[in-house]
């Protein structure tokens, strides 16, 4: 991005996905050259989903309402309950910019979470948020 010659540039960043210590920094394109920075802390995500449906039928839509990071590449869905990642999902969506989602719950009856993918951590994509979902 370059500056905007009216002396004040807005610029939308994405927060690292791993919490911790880093500096924002304003680069000269052509040299390189570090021309101001600053300490930053960026704190872990925090996920939480509001009055999640606990039961549902069998191929039946639900819709979850959350609130965290919303960004492109995270998801929420529905996994076997106690599943240790979100590698077998059933119904899913991307959340970018939304604060609520609509699944299509698995055709099977049993017990399932409603899961919040992060998705980018170090080590692979990460469950922030999980909520119990009994498909009868």
Do not use: C
Not at 30 to 49: D, M
Not at 74 to 93: K, M, T, V
Not at 121 to 130: F, K, N, P, T, V
């Amino acid at each position: 991005m370059r500056p905007d010659p009216s002396g004040t540039t807005r610029a939308t960043l994405s927060a690292p996905a791993e919490p911790g210590e880093y500096e924002l920094r304003y680069v000269l394109r052509e040299s390189e050259a570090v021309l101001s920075s600053r300490p930053i802390t960026i704190t872990a995500a925090e996920v939480r989903f509001l009055e999640p449906p606990t039961e549902a039928g069998v191929a039946e839509e639900i819709t979850v309402h959350f609130d965290g990071p919303r960004g492109k590449d995270h998801w929420i869905g529905i996994i076997p309950a106690g599943a240790p990642d979100a590698s077998n999902y059933f119904g899913w969506d991307w959340i970018q910019g939304k604060e609520r989602t609509t699944l299509r719950t698995p055709d099977e009856p049993g017990d399932y979470e409603v899961a919040f993918v992060f998705v980018g951590a170090e080590g692979g994509d990460r469950i922030l948020a999980r909520s119990p979902l009994a498909i009868r």
